[in-house]
């Protein structure tokens, strides 16, 4: 009886997040498909940083659902609730875990990005062994947007299908 009083209590606190998150809340489901593509609508090619990739229009993809952003409560730092996660997905391959996600710098000072996520499987589901990501030194410039591709080893035996979303679970940002 006691389990799903906690159950409860959990899901509705996932749910409270949901509901209030702000820009972090947006994301994307993980799964063994492909899920959606992220495009960018200039012709110049990302640039590659430590960790991540960043896109030199500043234009964000479109995502699946299911994502969790604890970044979005009023809580949050300023750079948890500066990013977004476009798509959580396991590539073609099936050897990775992979996270795309958007930073969006309202300020008016340039700031480099640490971005850490995590791989969750479904909330009272079978456990999943715990897969992390980070995009590092992401450039963001004052006022404009960029995205970043954080991926991990897929350490299962599966096609990836029992991780359901991803989290933002650490954010910084400092002044470039």
């Not at 809580?75 to 396991?90: K, L, Q």
Request: aromatic content about 2%; hydrophobic content about 30%.
């Amino acid at each position: 009886m006691k389990l799903r009083h906690v159950r409860a209590v959990a899901v509705l606190g996932v749910v409270l997040v949901a509901l209030t998150g702000a820009r972090g809340s947006g994301g994307g489901g993980c799964g063994g498909s492909s899920g959606s593509s992220n495009s960018n609508s200039n012709s110049n090619s990302d640039t590659s940083t430590s960790g991540g990739t960043q896109g030199s229009d500043g234009s964000s993809g479109s995502g699946t659902g299911g994502a969790s952003v604890p970044g979005g409560g009023s809580g949050a730092s300023a750079a948890e609730r500066d990013v977004r996660i476009d798509d959580c997905r396991m590539d073609a391959a099936g050897k990775n875990l992979i996270a795309k996600i958007t930073v969006t710098n309202d300020d008016a000072l340039d700031y480099t990005y640490d971005v850490t996520l995590q791989f969750k499987g479904d909330l009272g589901g079978a456990p999943v062994t715990r897969a992390v990501a980070k995009v590092d030194d992401l450039l963001v410039p004052a006022s404009q947007s960029r995205t970043g591709e954080a991926s991990t080893a897929y350490l299962g035996d599966g096609n990836g299908s029992e991780y359901k979303k991803c989290e933002v679970i650490n954010a910084s940002r400092v002044t470039s």
